[in-house]
């Protein structure tokens, strides 16, 4: 048997080492899906993580009708700053909306309150899947309309997720309607 040689747990390459891979295999003659895949993984173990993009995949019919069904909201402008700004904070390879309501309420601009008003609405349209786990409630993307991660996963988490749905503006109630 002959020697064997102990890896690290993580390991790490440096932006030299990536170029000289990437060059590489520019010259193979390979499908780009395969290549996209190479690339990632030479971005993973380069780039300290934190610092590494993130890439949202979006439907972009999908989107726009969710930019739509918005309008139909009780807060429009709120309900899509708070829906934009959750795409912000996706987790790859489940869509779950890694942000507080807090957060949320920050980057959209807007009061917490707002938020849960707001994300209430965009589970009714369909652009976000609401999960409970107990008392925790879990947001995601609907993988119809967004994704960070790979096709494969999306797919599988697209199999028991409702399409969107405009959903009619609620009429406010009249005040002489008095019974």
């Known amino acids: 048997?002959?020697?064997?040689?102990?890896?690290?747990?993580?390991?790490?390459?440096?932006?030299?080492?990536?170029?000289?891979?990437?060059?590489?295999?520019?010259?193979?003659?390979?499908?780009?899906?395969?290549?996209?895949?190479?690339?990632?993984?030479?971005y993973k173990i380069?780039?300290?993580?934190?610092?590494?993009?993130?890439?949202?995949?979006?439907?972009?019919?999908?989107?726009?009708?969710?930019?739509?069904?918005?309008?139909?909201t009780k807060r429009p402008d709120q309900t899509w700053a708070v829906f934009t700004m959750a795409m912000t904070h996706v987790r790859m390879d489940t869509g779950e909306i890694l942000a507080t309501r807090e957060q949320l309420a920050e980057?959209?601009?807007?009061?917490?309150?707002?938020?849960?008003?707001?994300?209430t609405s965009l589970v009714k349209i369909g652009a976000l899947v609401r999960k409970r786990f107990g008392r925790r409630v879990v947001y995601s993307i609907n993988p119809h309309v967004g994704w960070a991660g790979g096709e494969g996963t999306r797919l599988e988490a697209a199999t028991d997720v409702p399409m969107l749905k405009l959903v009619p503006k609620a009429e406010p109630a009249s005040a002489d309607a008095t019974g």
């Open 107 to 119: 980057d959209a601009g807007t009061l917490p309150c707002h938020v849960s008003t707001a994300m």
């Open 1 to 42: 048997m002959g020697n064997v040689v102990a890896l690290p747990k993580y390991c790490r390459a440096t932006r030299d080492q990536a170029k000289a891979v990437r060059e590489f295999v520019r010259e193979l003659d390979i499908p780009a899906e395969a290549r996209d895949i190479l690339d990632n993984a030479l």
């Open 46 to 72: 380069t780039e300290t993580p934190g610092k590494r993009w993130t890439f949202v995949m979006l439907n972009q019919e999908q989107f726009r009708f969710v930019k739509k069904a918005t309008k139909e």
